[in-house]
C-alpha cells in the first residue's frame, strides 16, 4: 500500500472517530492559522471545505440536482451533499475505500469500483465533482469523461503542481496546462477560478504540531515502556518499524513546501453551447 493511501486512510479514520463525517480531504481556514493548533480546529476546516464546496456548487447555471463524485473516497462528501437534497453517486479506484462509503450513504446509492479514465456507465449527470481528485487523473482523458457525463459543468476543489514541479504523466500538472487542455478541448468554460492556497495550508501546519508534539512523545514513552516489561517484543517492533517511528518527531517542512510547489485551486467550469 502507498503511503499517500495510508495518509488518506487514517485521515478519513482520525475524522470519522472524533466528529462523524470520515473526511479525507484537507481543512479550509479562510482566517489563517488558528490560535489553537488540534484535531478539533482541523475538523472544523474540513467541514468548512465541504460548505465552501457545496457554495461553489451552488453557482453552476441551471441549477444542480445529479452529481458525480470523482474520486469519492470514504463518501463523507457524497453523504454530506445527500442530506443536502443531491442525488450523488460515486466513483473511485479504492475498493477499501468504496466500502466504507457504501456502509454510509443510503441503499442503492451507486458506487462504482473503477478509475474515471476507464468508467463507464449510461447515466447522465448535472455536474461532475472533483474534490481533491483531479490531480490523480490524466488531464486530457479527464475533461474528456467529464465532458461525456456532465451536462451543465465541473466543480474541481484541488491543487495543481507549480512550473517546474508538475508530473510528466499527465497527472498532477500546472494550473496553465489545465487552463490550456480546457480551452483545446472547447467543451467547458471557466465560471469562477479562486487559488485559495494560503487557506489549505494551515492544514500543515496542525498535521507537523499533532505529530511532533502529540503523537511522537507518545510513541516514543510506548516504546520505552515496551522495552523495559517486553523486551523481546521491543526488538521484534523495532526490527520492523524502528526507522520509521524515528521519523515520527522530525520536521517535515510540509507546511512551507506546500505552497511553493502547489497552488491549492477552487474551479468551476460550465458546459458551452453547442
Known amino acids: 500500500m502507498k503511503l499517500k493511501s495510508v495518509e488518506l486512510d487514517l485521515t478519513a479514520l482520525m475524522s470519522e472517530v472524533m466528529f462523524g463525517h470520515g473526511y479525507a480531504h484537507y481543512g479550509y481556514f479562510p482566517d489563517g492559522v488558528p490560535e489553537v493548533l488540534s484535531a478539533a480546529a482541523l475538523g472544523t476546516a474540513q467541514h468548512a471545505y465541504f460548505e465552501r464546496l457545496e457554495q461553489a456548487i451552488g453557482t453552476v447555471p441551471g441549477g444542480v440536482a445529479r452529481i458525480l463524485d470523482v474520486g469519492s473516497g470514504t463518501g463523507a ?16 479506484p479504492s475498493a477499501q475505500m468504496n466500502e466504507m462509503a457504501r456502509a454510509k450513504l443510503p441503499e442503492g446509492t451507486q458506487v462504482s469500483d473503477a478509475t474515471f479514465e476507464a468508467f463507464e456507465t449510461g447515466d447522465r449527470y448535472d455536474i461532475c465533482l472533483f474534490a481533491e481528485s483531479f490531480h490523480y487523473i490524466d488531464l486530457e482523458t479527464g475533461l474528456r469523461q467529464a465532458a461525456r457525463f456532465a451536462d451543465k459543468g465541473v466543480v474541481i476543489f484541488d491543487y495543481f ?26 467543451v ?14 494551515p492544514t500543515f501546519v496542525i498535521h507537523e504540531h499533532l505529530k511532533n508534539e502529540k503523537v511522537a512523545p507518545f510513541v516514543q514513552r510506548f516504546r520505552a ?26 520536521r517535515t517542512g510540509r507546511a512551507e513546501t506546500f505552497g511553493r510547489e502547489h497552488e491549492y485551486r477552487l474551479i468551476v467550469l460550465g458546459k458551452t453551447a453547442r
Not at 191 to 200: M, Y
Request: a positive charge; aromatic letters at 8%.
Open 77 to 92: 462528501n457524497a453523504r454530506a451533499l445527500v442530506g443536502r437534497g443531491y442525488d450523488v453517486s460515486c466513483v473511485s
Open 161 to 186: 503542481r507549480r512550473p517546474g514541479y508538475e508530473h510528466g504523466d499527465g497527472t498532477r500538472g500546472t494550473h496553465a496546462a489545465f487552463l490550456e487542455e480546457v480551452s483545446r478541448q472547447g
Open 188 to 201: 467547458f468554460r471557466i465560471l469562477s477560478d479562486e487559488d485559495l492556497t494560503e487557506a489549505i495550508t
Open 225 to 250: 515502556a515496551l522495552k523495559a516489561e517486553y523486551p523481546w517484543r521491543a526488538w521484534a517492533l523495532e526490527k520492523m518499524l524502528g526507522r520509521s517511528l524515528d521519523k515520527l518527531g522530525r
